[in-house]
């Protein structure tokens, strides 16, 4: 867990799980942007954005991560992070604030986690009064779903 | 000073370059005397500039290499092939040098006193064979009018004059040293005339023009181009508001401001283009040379030398040119006799052609030489493992000719030293696809091979149509656009169809239509009927030999864009060639007609693909595939539908006719008594008029059921997509997009006559279809597509599916086969995991399983066994097959 070492984490919410961004990997906050969507794209392909001139791929977590789609008008915000030189934009229900958490509160998932979950987190860490799930933006960026068998 | 000898180093490196190609183009022609000279003053300035850098070893080859120059311009010594060869090897030298200078910053030691005499005896009218240095002390061949090398009839103080009178160079000293240097040479090397002086005073000047010039690294232009695209984004935008707001004081401002940009833009683009030329500039040597060690009569062409490429794009492709033409060159282009016992002429050709073509560029390299052998690839993919027999069988010509670009795979049957080692066309490929391009070929045995490579514009900007699909905004390149059409009802044009195909007549062609809305996916409404107040905007485009129109539903301006490539995880979208920022901030995604074209061929053989899946679970659902239905009402608004073939007589009665007999309903029909059945008691005869009703008949017996109405008849199929519990009934299915139930007149025959046993076995038969239903996995489309038709014309339904995962969701769904054919070897879940999994689990345990493999090993057939497998079959053999289908089947239903 090596990747851990720097362990300040940006804290997200999505549908009402606390989940964290290494700190180190967040290049920018944004409020709502206006996306345009991509037709054809893996489903979790939000759309792409225009960020200070640079064009930033938004990836929606909710459906990264198969939750339930955000109601109408609901508040979401977009984090910007870098994966292979590429721009991503994560958008994500709200961001929290920035923790630095110490390793003896982390745990590895736990086996019964959803798949889904398992497959881009990196492990847990225990809060006081939550869990925070921490999120491999490599993972989460590696869409599997993206070449649809023929 | 090392900055100095950086670009010295570089400027010579392009020089020497330029030389290898000239003097290539000297042998040729050798009374060239323009680009005689044009060697002679390359090789005069490396010269002189070595000897201002202090660089002796270059400077003496450099200078022994001009002098047997000199005597070529003079006309003193005939241009030989072997003088040739001489100053190339003398070239290649100084390449050496040069590299060794680059690494240490200092020349490296070596003795060049060979190559050095050979040149200066050369020069002297003694000619040595460049491959047998060592022979030096023979003979040498004399060349008649030899004139001893002497300063000519120029006058030292002429000379003088004529380098005075010339305009000098007006920087450093430096280089007037070494023009000076060069003019003195020049004089010793031969008799020069005054224009000559000058020339060579120019050609230095050159030199000095070239200090002039910097070199940028690549990463400064590009953060350049970068910027003046956000440059040219941002004017966009500054119009777009201007244009909004109408005259302003900001008006011309801006004009002036947009032109600057328009320029810059300009500019920037052209220090990131070059010609492609720049990377074959090295082939026509690569050529001689191979012609010399192949013996073999080449004439390389060279077309649309002068087609710009992004630098980086050109840097990247430039060895997988030179791969290809050592190839088309070594195995292509037959050995002389060869050629002339096929009848073609002594002379190979290789023909580069480079050209733009829609928003790609397009690099065609063909020659006409032996073509690839089908037969030779075959045997040499299946050496390697590549493919078995039977997979080469099933391979078209052009998919065995892919082959080549397999990594390890060469057809040369031998190694030469110029290629055959099996590294090559695997490369070739992986690297232009790095780039984003794609690389095909097409070969006839004998008459010879055509590679087509296409690289798309990454990084350009280029004008581009805007137009709306849905309700999303798309850039298309103006390149690829041809025209644009408008069609409606009123105009000239308008859309037809044929068989639901939409086409376009356009003065006097017939073109195709895809509509954009389609090919993206977006749900469409009725819009494909010609409606006259609808208006179609169609973009014709044109992707190789294929012009088709794409349908579109608005066109709005063209506008500057800046192509971005898209995200790697967007990169499979193959529609799409980038992506672009709008003057007003907006994302816009960047059309491919080539995708489109692709992705249109695709869609349509995946519909038909997926017609044909849907047939196939309409045919093993319980009726037959497409047929009759009568659609009826009886008993509220239900709509009900019975297949039209049970039916025997849609008939009215009249109500006063029917009779009631120990309690039932019947009327004579026919001068017999045929019993009245109601299929519910939710409505009731009428008191009078006439009454609808539908008579089925068996054998001898007939029954009538009223209805309420008969509704219609339908072609469709009666997939029962609910079955139903209610007796009566057999489900419900969706008929004509509307759910219906689907009644079981199995059911009221017998109820009506209570004796189905002896009379109604033919009905119940007929309803739950007499065939057998089949579930076919196998990953290879090829195969299923081969196996279903065989399957079908032996009488059964058969139902695929692509991969074992697949299969078992069809479990999930609950429907059951009567036998289940796997294949074993398939991606993700092999035959034999997928048979354990049947015989665990679900409803298809006790269902036949037959393994189907190419490999039909004893091992394997005991692993079949061992897991469930009821049979084992070879593929393509397939009478087993059908053998053991019918055998499996019976033994299954005796056993049940």
């Known amino acids: 867990m090596e990747k851990l070492n720097k362990n300040d984490f940006v804290t997200i919410w999505l549908d009402g799980q606390m989940c964290g961004i290494p700190v180190l990997e967040v290049h920018d906050v944004l409020s709502r942007q206006t996306i345009t969507k991509v037709p054809k794209s893996p489903v979790a392909v939000a759309g792409v954005l225009n960020l200070r001139g640079q064009i930033v791929t938004a990836i929606d977590l909710r459906k990264r991560l198969k939750l339930k789609d955000r109601d109408e008008g609901m508040e979401e915000m977009n984090i910007v992070v870098e994966y292979q030189k590429e721009p991503y934009s994560l958008i994500i229900d709200s961001v929290g604030d920035v923790l630095s958490l110490s390793e003896e509160a982390f745990e590895r998932n736990p086996v019964t986690l959803d798949p889904h979950w398992q497959s881009v987190s990196n492990g847990i860490f225990r809060l006081e009064n939550e869990l925070l799930v921490i999120l491999d933006i490599e993972k989460l960026l590696t869409l599997d779903e993206s070449k649809v068998a023929a | ?896």
């Open chain 2, 1 to 896: 000073m090392d900055d100095l000898l950086n670009e010295f180093l570089t400027e010579t490196f392009e020089s020497i370059e330029v030389v290898d190609l000239e003097l290539v183009e000297l042998e040729k022609d050798p009374n060239n005397k323009s680009v005689l000279d044009n060697i002679f003053r390359l090789v005069h300035t490396i010269k002189g500039t070595c000897g201002f850098l202090g660089l002796p070893r270059l400077e003496a080859v450099a200078h022994s290499g001009e002098n047997v120059l000199g005597k070529f311009r003079d006309g003193e010594m005939k241009v030989t092939p072997e003088a040739v060869t001489l100053i190339l090897t003398a070239l290649d030298r100084i390449k050496e040098i040069l590299v060794g200078l680059e690494q240490n910053q200092q020349e490296p030691s070596g003795d060049d006193s060979e190559i050095i005499n050979q040149l200066n005896a050369m020069a002297e009218g003694n000619l040595y064979l460049v491959e047998t240095p060592k022979v030096i002390e023979e003979a040498p061949i004399m060349v008649s009018d030899v004139r001893p090398s002497v300063p000519g009839e120029v006058t030292l103080d002429e000379l003088e004059a004529a380098f005075l009178a010339a305009p000098g160079p007006d920087d450093e000293d430096p280089v007037e040293e070494a023009v000076n240097v060069s003019v003195q040479e020049t004089v010793k090397a031969a008799e020069v005339k005054k224009e000559e002086v000058v020339k060579a005073n120019g050609s230095s000047k050159e030199g000095s023009i070239a200090n002039q010039s910097i070199r940028v690294t690549v990463d400064v232009l590009d953060n350049l181009m970068n910027m003046v695209s956000e440059l040219v984004l941002t004017r966009n935008q500054l119009m777009q508001i201007s244009r909004r707001t109408g005259e302003s004081e900001f008006a011309i401002p801006l004009q002036r401001l947009s032109q600057c940009t328009t320029e810059l833009q300009e500019g920037v683009m052209k220090t990131r283009m070059q010609p492609i030329g720049n990377a074959w500039s090295k082939l026509p040597r690569i050529i001689r040379d191979l012609q010399m060690e192949l013996g073999k009569k080449i004439d390389l062409q060279m077309l649309g030398a002068d087609t710009e490429l992004d630098r980086q794009v050109l840097e990247l492709i430039k060895d997988p040119l030179t791969h290809m033409i050592r190839n088309s060159a070594d195995h292509g282009i037959e050995k002389i006799e060869d050629r002339i016992a096929a009848g073609k002429k002594e002379t190979g050709t290789i023909r580069l052609n480079a050209f733009h073509e829609g928003g790609q560029i397009i690099i065609e390299i063909s020659d006409d030489g032996a073509g690839l052998s089908v037969e030779k690839l075959k045997a040499k993919a299946l050496s390697n493992g590549l493919a078995t027999e039977e997979e080469l069988a099933e391979m078209s010509d052009q998919q065995i000719q892919r082959f080549i670009f397999h990594a390890g795979f060469s057809t040369a049957a031998k190694v030469t030293s110029v290629s055959g080692r099996g590294v090559g066309m695997d490369v070739v490929r992986s690297n232009i696809e790095k780039i984003g391009g794609a690389i095909e070929l097409k070969s006839t045995e004998g008459k010879g091979t055509t590679f087509l490579i296409k690289i798309p514009l990454t990084l350009a900007i280029v004008s581009a149509l805007i137009v709306e699909s849905g309700t999303e905004r798309f850039a298309i390149p103006q390149i690829s656009v041809l025209e644009l059409v408008r069609a409606s009802g009123d105009s000239n044009h308008k859309i037809e169809y044929i068989n639901s195909t939409p086409v376009l007549r356009l003065r006097d062609r017939l073109l195709p239509l895809l509509h954009l809305n389609k090919i993206l996916g977006f749900e469409e409404g009725d819009n494909m009927d010609a409606d006259s107040l609808r208006e179609d905007f169609i973009i014709i485009t044109q992707v190789g030999d294929f012009t088709f129109g794409i349908v579109v539903d608005r066109v709005f301006d063209t506008e500057e864009i800046v192509v971005k490539p898209v995200a790697p995880i967007l990169r499979d979208l193959n529609v799409f060639s980038g992506n672009t920022i709008l003057g007003d901030g907006t994302v816009i995604m960047i059309l491919d007609p080539n995708g489109i074209a692709s992705e249109a061929n695709e869609a349509m053989s995946e519909l038909s693909d997926q017609r044909a899946e849907e047939e196939d679970d309409v045919s093993r659902a319980t009726f037959e595939d497409k047929e009759a239905i009568l659609l009826f009402r009886a008993g509220g608004d239900t709509k009900r539908a019975v297949p039209l073939s049970l039916v025997s007589r849609l008939e009215e009665i009249d109500v006063s006719k029917i009779e009631i007999s120990e309690g039932n309903k019947m009327v004579q029909y026919r001068g017999k008594l045929m019993p009245l059945v109601l299929i519910n008691d939710k409505y009731d005869i009428k008191s009078e008029g006439r009454q609808p009703m539908l008579v089925f008949t068996n054998d001898d017996k007939a029954m009538g059921i009223i209805v309420d109405e008969i509704s219609d008849i339908k072609e469709d199929s009666i997939k029962v997509e609910l079955s139903s519990k209610a007796i009566g009934q057999l489900g419900t299915a969706i008929i004509d997009g509307v759910a219906t139930e689907v009644i079981d007149i199995a059911y009221y025959f017998e109820k009506t006559f209570n004796d189905w046993q002896m009379g109604m076995d033919a009905i119940p038969v007929e309803l739950k279809s007499k065939r057998k239903n089949i579930l076919i996995v196998d990953d290879s489309t090829f195969f299923l597509n081969l196996l279903k038709p065989l399957l079908t014309a032996s009488g059964y339904n058969v139902t695929i599916a692509s991969t074992a995962v697949e299969a078992l969701k069809l479990r999930e769904k609950g429907l059951d086969f009567d036998l289940i054919i796997s294949d074993i070897d398939m991606p993700e879940m092999n035959g034999f995991e997928f048979a354990e999994e049947v015989r665990e689990n679900g409803i298809w345990r006790e269902t036949p399983l037959v393994a189907l493999s190419a490999n039909s090993s004893q091992a394997r057939f005991d692993k079949g066994r061992e897991v469930g497998f009821d049979n084992y079959v070879e593929k393509l053999d397939r009478d087993t097959l059908l053998k053991a289908i019918e055998e499996q089947i019976n033994n299954h239903e005796t056993a049940a």
